[in-house]
Every structure is written in C-alpha cells, then in structure tokens.
Nanobody
Framework: QVQLVESGGGLVQAGGSLRLSCTAS????????MGWYRKAPGKERELVAT???????NYADSVKGRFTISRDNAKNTVYLQMNSLKPEDTDVYYC????????????????WGQGTQVTVSS
C-alpha cells in the first residue's frame, strides 16, 4: 500500500523553527514532484513549496526566505525547514507527491499525506 507519512509538526514560539519530513512508502517506481501545502479551518488549501525530481523549487510568496524545501531521492523523503515562524503560519501541513507506480506505464498518481499540525504561538 502506497502512502505518504509526515512527521515533525508541533508547537513553537514565534521566531522559532520546525522541520517537517514526509516519506513515501510502498511499491513505488519513481517520484516526480513533491510538495507541501497547508490549510486552516474554513480556508482553502494553499501551496507552500514544491520541488521537482531534479531539485527545482517553488515557494509561496509568504514563505520565501523563511522556508526551505529539499528532498532525499534515495529515501523517498521530502523536507520542509521552517525558520522565523509566525503565528500566521499556524495550519495543518500536508505532503503531496506525484508517483509512478509501474515502470511499464507513464501514468502518474497523486497522493496526499494525512497532515501534521503546526502551531506558532505569539
């Protein structure tokens, strides 16, 4: 069974740091783009950062200069280093990945993790 498992969320004071991790497991042939999104109750899910298999990154304007996305392809893992955290960064953070499950098919499947809570106190 293919799944994305996140870890690293928690409670931190404003100005602090957290590092999120997300590992894809199961029968996976390859992973294309991976990313992090966040969602607060009553709000739309929004992109935080993405990274391609080649390492190209994209960030939301609200986190540029504070968050860094990276990945370890050998471990099927994507990370989100979050520095200078603000109360408005409080959200549930979700990992997302485009996975190729079969070497004989070009079809990609999009998966989401279960989410991890990040709370930043003022």
């Amino acid at each position: 069974q293919v799944q994305l498992v996140e870890s690293g969320g928690g409670l931190v004071q404003a100005g602090g740091s957290l590092r999120l991790s997300c590992t894809a497991s199961g029968s996976i042939f390859s992973i294309a783009a991976m990313g992090w999104y966040r969602k607060a109750p009553g709000k739309e899910r929004e992109l935080v950062a993405t990274i391609t298999s080649g390492g190209s990154t994209n960030y939301a304007d609200s986190v540029k200069g504070r968050f860094t996305i990276s990945r370890d392809n050998a471990k099927n893992t994507v990370y989100l280093q979050m520095n200078s955290l603000k109360p408005e960064d409080t959200d549930v953070y979700y990992c997302n990945a485009d996975l190729k499950l079969d070497s004989r098919s070009y079809r990609m499947f999009n998966y989401w993790g279960q989410g991890t809570q990040v709370t930043v106190s003022s």
